[in-house]
């Protein structure tokens, strides 16, 4: 059975925009599902008609079986949400905020209070469950929106840009929180524009763009895809001339650092023996780029010269 | 969702409803205290005095019940459309959309906490009224049960308030243009047999009037109209909008796109 199961899912908002354009889409039960996609692509509107939030215009959505459509209190019982926007009362306390989320998927009082201490300590808030929540870091708002979602211990936790503003020390360790309940057993999806975020969480991937999926496959795969590769070098001595190696493309970037792109097959040994042969000497060297990040711009792009899609 | 997981989701919100009133009970309970007794001082006691009797009461004792049920009638509202529109406004009702909780869950938690706030404020409104007069009760249940059902009328026009409310403004104009002249007008403090015979059919039109001589009959044993016009009204007005709430919830206007 499928954690997530989508079919032909269409979505066209009142104002006419065509959100989904016939999405189908298959999570695996304990998959890590990194959905990903830029700016207005349909990743939101997807996630709120999984949600319930959002109504399809027509297709089908199963939660590990259940039909959103037919069954949509069942359903719904196996999600977990954090959201991309604040939506908990500010005005409430993390502690009242959680249990009272509980509550709604009928969790005894008694239980709801031991697991919002359980999940507010292991998102280090529980020194903060009886402020007020406004008053909370935007990180901590976060946090407390990924507790709120694991109260009623979802099997599939849904994550809309979970980290979107929060710091690199607290975005690592919600990641560690994240793949620890993965680990658990939990199904994660996850949408995000840190790309190293999905890339090194993230067992399979699908990208959204316009409405449609245009990539659905392993992250592995995905990466093998990945012929060329930008390394930025830093160099010991400056160089007044911008050097030739063959079967690579080499720029200068300033006076002491080149950017050099070599297909894959290329041995990084070849680009260093040659740069030493014409007494160019590398101190350092990193990626230019994420790797996921190159493939996904360059997906987009492809996208983005196709002709425009009519509604 | 079994019914132990519905009651459990229910309590929840009729819980944080009232911890919601009484968080904020400066806003809640104190302002309609005070606002009453100024209406006792300066219609009861300073007018009152000399308009004499009507209905065979003090003016004062007369107007009691109208102000009791005005208050409750203005709270209910007030209670359900601050609170459902502020969860909309500020997109925490999203927890509950997301919920595997049914819309006829929600809509009755939330009336629960509307009934409580206008409950809570009619007793502060009748302990007001104490100091400056005394009255016997005719009618307990019927007072009672007037007084509920109104409160759930009301939260229930609250809801529908909240649902279609886009800005702010949306849930002021209804309270401010309909529900208050309908209120003042629905004989709260007259007796409608004072109006002309045209006006009394144009009255008669009016729902709260049999809402305010219903629990004034349970107070003091008098009203305008019969008993069973004052509950009639009453359950078909709550009906109609239970059932249009819980179709407006079902469809997901204004919450789910």
Same mark, same amino acid.
């Given at each position: 059975?499928?954690?997530?199961?989508?079919?032909?899912?269409?979505?066209?908002?009142?104002?006419?925009?065509?959100?989904?354009?016939?999405?189908?889409?298959?999570?695996?039960?304990?998959?890590?599902?990194?959905?990903?996609?830029?700016?207005?692509?349909?990743?939101?509107?997807?996630?709120?008609?999984?949600?319930?939030?959002?109504?399809?215009?027509?297709?089908?959505?199963?939660?590990?079986?259940?039909?959103?459509?037919?069954?949509?209190?069942?359903?719904?019982?196996?999600?977990?949400?954090?959201?991309?926007?604040?939506?908990?009362?500010?005005?409430?306390?993390?502690?009242?905020?959680?249990?009272?989320?509980?509550?709604?998927?009928?969790?005894?009082?008694?239980?709801?209070?031991?697991?919002?201490?359980?999940?507010?300590?292991?998102?280090?808030?529980?020194?903060?469950?009886?402020?007020?929540?406004?008053?909370?870091?935007?990180?901590?708002?976060?946090?407390?929106?990924?507790?709120?979602?694991?109260?009623?211990?979802?099997?599939?936790?849904?994550?809309?840009?979970?980290?979107?503003?929060?710091?690199?020390?607290?975005?690592?360790?919600?990641?560690?929180?994240?793949?620890?309940?993965?680990?658990?057993?939990?199904?994660?999806?996850?949408?995000?524009?840190?790309?190293?975020?999905?890339?090194?969480?993230?067992?399979?991937?699908?990208?959204?763009?316009?409405?449609?999926?245009?990539?659905?496959?392993?992250?592995?795969?995905?990466?093998?895809?990945?012929?060329?590769?930008?390394?930025?070098?830093?160099?010991?001595?400056?160089?007044?001339?911008?050097?030739?190696?063959?079967?690579?493309?080499?720029?200068?970037?300033?006076?002491?650092?080149?950017?050099?792109?070599?297909?894959?097959?290329?041995?990084?040994?070849?680009?260093?023996?040659?740069?030493?042969?014409?007494?160019?000497?590398?101190?350092?060297?990193?990626?230019?780029?994420?790797?996921?990040?190159?493939?996904?711009?360059?997906?987009?792009?492809?996208?983005?010269?196709?002709?425009?899609?009519?509604? | 969702?079994?019914?132990?997981?519905?009651?459990?989701?229910?309590?929840?919100?009729?819980?944080?409803?009232?911890?919601?009133?009484?968080?904020?009970?400066?806003?809640?309970?104190?302002?309609?205290?005070?606002?009453?007794?100024?209406?006792?001082?300066?219609?009861?006691?300073?007018?009152?005095?000399?308009?004499?009797?009507?209905?065979?009461?003090?003016?004062?004792?007369?107007?009691?019940?109208?102000?009791?049920?005005?208050?409750?009638?203005?709270?209910?509202?007030?209670?359900? &459309? $601050?609170? %459902? !529109?502020?969860?909309?406004?500020?997109? /925490?009702?999203?927890?509950? =959309?997301?919920?595997? +909780?049914?819309?006829?869950?929600?809509?009755?938690?939330?009336?629960?906490?509307?009934?409580?706030?206008?409950?809570?404020?009619?007793?502060?409104?009748?302990? &007001? $009224?104490? %100091? !400056?007069?005394?009255?016997?009760?005719? /009618?307990?249940?019927?007072? =009672?049960?007037?007084? +509920?059902?109104?409160?759930?009328?009301?939260?229930?026009?609250?809801?529908?308030?909240?649902?279609?409310?886009?800005?702010?403004?949306?849930?002021?104009?209804?309270?401010?243009?309909?529900?208050?002249?309908?209120?003042?007008?629905?004989?709260?403090?007259?007796?409608?047999?004072? +109006?002309?015979?045209?006006?009394?059919?144009?009255?008669?039109?009016?729902?709260?009037?049999?809402?305010?001589?219903?629990?004034?009959?349970?107070?003091?044993?008098?009203?305008?109209?019969?008993?069973?016009?004052?509950?009639?009204?009453?359950?078909?007005?709550?009906?109609?909008?239970?059932?249009?709430?819980?179709?407006?919830?079902?469809?997901?206007?204004?919450?789910?796109?």
């Amino acid at each position: 059975m499928y954690a997530l199961e989508v079919n032909d899912l269409k979505k066209t908002y009142k104002n006419g925009v065509v959100a989904l354009r016939g999405i189908s889409l298959k999570v695996d039960e304990g998959d890590f599902f990194a959905l990903l996609g830029p700016n207005g692509a349909g990743k939101s509107t997807l996630i709120g008609i999984i949600s319930s939030l959002v109504r399809a215009s027509s297709g089908e959505t199963r939660v590990f079986g259940t039909s959103v459509q037919e069954d949509r209190s069942k359903a719904v019982s196996f999600i977990g949400l954090v959201p991309q926007e604040l939506n908990f009362n500010q005005f409430e306390r993390p502690l009242e905020i959680v249990v009272n989320q509980a509550g709604y998927y009928g969790i005894a009082r008694d239980v709801a209070l031991q697991r919002a201490e359980k999940y507010l300590k292991q998102l280090q808030l529980w020194d903060k469950a009886h402020d007020i929540s406004r008053n909370l870091s935007g990180g901590m708002k976060r946090r407390l929106m990924i507790a709120r979602a694991m109260v009623n211990e979802p099997r599939l936790l849904i994550l809309d840009e979970p980290t979107a503003g929060v710091d690199i020390e607290i975005r690592r360790s919600m990641w560690g929180f994240v793949k620890e309940i993965n680990d658990s057993g939990t199904t994660v999806i996850l949408t995000t524009h840190y790309l190293e975020e999905a890339e090194s969480l993230c067992r399979n991937i699908a990208i959204i763009d316009h409405g449609e999926i245009i990539k659905n496959t392993d992250m592995k795969s995905l990466l093998a895809t990945l012929d060329v590769e930008t390394f930025v070098l830093d160099l010991r001595e400056s160089v007044d001339h911008c050097p030739r190696v063959e079967g690579m493309e080499i720029v200068v970037r300033d006076d002491k650092t080149l950017e050099a792109s070599l297909p894959k097959k290329k041995s990084l040994n070849n680009l260093f023996a040659e740069l030493e042969n014409q007494g160019i000497h590398v101190l350092s060297m990193r990626n230019k780029s994420n790797r996921l990040e190159e493939l996904f711009i360059r997906l987009v792009e492809k996208g983005q010269q196709r002709p425009e899609l009519v509604p | 969702m079994n019914s132990r997981l519905m009651w459990v989701g229910y309590s929840t919100i009729v819980r944080k409803e009232i911890t919601r009133i009484l968080r904020i009970w400066g806003q809640t309970i104190v302002p309609p205290a005070i606002t009453m007794s100024l209406y006792f001082i300066i219609f009861g006691e300073l007018i009152g005095r000399r308009i004499g009797e009507m209905g065979g009461f003090t003016y004062m004792q007369y107007i009691v019940p109208g102000l009791v049920i005005m208050s409750v009638i203005t709270n209910s509202y007030g209670n359900m &459309v $601050s609170s %459902f !529109f502020g969860a909309k406004f500020g997109k /925490h009702i999203e927890e509950l =959309l997301i919920s595997p +909780l049914p819309n006829w869950i929600i809509l009755s938690g939330y009336v629960t906490g509307a009934l409580a706030r206008g409950l809570m404020v009619g007793i502060v409104v009748m302990c &007001v $009224s104490l %100091f !400056f007069t005394r009255i016997e009760v005719q /009618h307990p249940f019927i007072m =009672l049960s007037v007084l +509920l059902m109104t409160a759930i009328v009301f939260a229930l026009a609250g809801m529908v308030n909240a649902i279609f409310a886009q800005k702010f403004d949306d849930i002021a104009i209804i309270p401010t243009f309909i529900l208050a002249p309908l209120t003042y007008l629905g004989g709260v403090f007259y007796s409608i047999a004072l +109006l002309p015979e045209f006006w009394q059919k144009v009255s008669s039109f009016n729902p709260i009037l049999y809402m305010v001589n219903g629990f004034r009959y349970g107070m003091l044993g008098v009203s305008d109209v019969s008993l069973s016009q004052s509950y009639g009204v009453i359950l078909i007005a709550g009906l109609i909008l239970f059932f249009t709430c819980l179709h407006l919830l079902n469809k997901g206007t204004g919450m789910r796109s």
